[in-house]
């Protein structure tokens, strides 16, 4: 099985200020298609995961433009270029490129 | 509005069964792949079990495989995953997710296997 792996596993952020997720694959995510298969969701506290980013860079219906992916191949980042006190929660980035689909161990933001 | 609500969690003694269903509204759900995915308390995910739109298509997780079983009614815009031989270990909320990969999720139902 493809290893997910995340840093920091805990972020505390202020909020309007810039935060940002590593997600590290054990093996590439770039598909011989052109797509790289990371996605990344949210956990609010006491909810279900919402998809915010699909295919590495695409900002899933509704999901603010403050969120962004990037990387390339095995390492990737999720960036909130201003946060606000709605992000809180746990982070978790996912891959789909090979079965069974796998997902790192989570980072948890919270405010300062 | 589209939604999914798992239900049939509970508790249950190590060795024994529990069958959960996945009610879908708001969406077509015979269009749709879906996922069964798991939390254990605390925990991260785990993806446990997926089934295409048309029910052919079926994929479990090695640590469920030939105890778990996932299938869907079409004409009842529901899916079910059929737990056997249940383990402490498979103690958790149980997600039930639509598309692949998964867009929209339930809300969970939890799943306690204790004596």
């Known amino acids: 099985d493809i290893v997910m792996t995340q840093t920091p596993l805990s972020l505390p952020v202020t909020p309007g200020q810039p935060a940002s997720i590593s997600c590290k694959s054990s093996q590439s995510l770039l598909h011989s298609d052109g797509k790289t298969y990371l996605y990344w969701y949210l956990q609010r506290p006491g909810q279900p995961p919402q998809l915010l980013i699909s295919?590495?860079?695409n900002r899933f219906s509704g999901v603010p433009d403050r969120f962004s992916g990037s990387g390339a191949g095995t390492d990737f980042t999720l960036k909130i270029s201003r946060v606000e006190a709605e992000d809180v929660g746990v982070y978790y980035c996912m891959q789909s490129i090979q079965r069974p689909p796998t997902f790192g161990q989570g980072t948890k933001v919270e405010i300062k | 509005q589209m939604q999914l609500v798992e239900s049939g969690g509970g508790v249950v003694q190590p060795g024994g069964s529990l069958r959960l269903s996945c009610g879908a509204s708001?969406?077509?759900?015979?269009?749709?792949?879906i996922h069964w995915l798991r939390q254990a308390p605390g925990k991260g995910l785990e993806w446990v079990a997926f089934i295409g739109y048309d029910g052919r298509k079926k994929r479990y997780a090695d640590s469920v495989k030939g105890r778990f079983s996932i299938s869907r009614d079409n004409s009842k815009d529901t899916l079910h995953l059929e737990m056997n031989s249940l383990r402490a270990e498979d103690t958790a909320v149980y997600y039930c997710a639509k598309n692949d990969p998964p867009d929209y999720w339930g809300q969970g139902t939890l799943v306690i296997v204790s004596s």
């Open positions: 295919e590495l860079s």
């Open positions: 708001g969406f077509t759900f015979s269009r749709h792949d």
